[in-house]
């Protein structure tokens, strides 16, 4: 398996030793390809706010950097580790960058068949709302979210101690390497088959034909109201009943 680790940090300290330590782990678990892509290498400007992504297309963005190869290298993923240290209770400022850069993506998802993990390192605290952020990013691009690891470290010169740390790296580690194996991603949440009604709904709205997102979801199908999600999912009917059910709650409470 491809597994792309995303890092926000900007020396090779506890969240890179963290997320090496994890991919050790996982290869003893099977055949494992990782790749260590150090958003610092790149060059990955802000967002202006122009909102010509959402509009015209990601290509059409005024910003001319890396971030569109990035995303070229999640596609060729199948599992993704977005790895932070946690900068003031959230995530270093090149990972929300990056998320930022990537807003088209939450309009138009196209990682619904790829699993995602997070890690944090913190030397006290935030990492709990370090990973809602990268939670609720990963979650609208469409990931199969499959877990996170939030480490407390001390803030240390050289590689950190990581030993108190090696049964929940192992487990973090397990849990990704089946994830992938299994294909659990083919067995979406409840919630994630809730927000693919809303948002199939959203993207339906007739006044909206001639916009990008209307066509996106109209051309890949995923409009048509018999669809339950961005694919065939082995998802059993009850949990297709309850997920048509919420999805129309939410709209409700919206509309
Ligand atoms: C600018 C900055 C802000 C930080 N903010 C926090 C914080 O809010 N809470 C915390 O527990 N640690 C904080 N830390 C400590 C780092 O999160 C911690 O040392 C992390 O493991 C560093 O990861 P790295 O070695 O991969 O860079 C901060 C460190 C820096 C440099």
Redesign the pocket.
Known sequence: MEILIILG?????????TSFAMIQAMKKLGQVNAEFLFLRDYNLKFCLGCRTCFDEGESSCPRKDDVLSIVENIKRADGVIFAS??????VSGEMKTLIDRMAHLTHRPAFFEKCSFIIT???????KHARDTLGAATFAWGFHHVGSLG?????VKGP?DLKKDHKQIKKAAKKLFTAIDRQQFRSPSLLSLAVFKVQQSANSDPTDRGTLDYAYWADSGFSNPKQKFFFDTNTNWMKKILASLMGRIILNFYS
């Open positions: 940090a900007r020396k090779n300290g506890n969240t890179y030793h240290p946690v900068y003031i209770s959230d390192t913190a030397h006290s605290a935030g990492n480490l407390k470290i001390p803030t950190p």
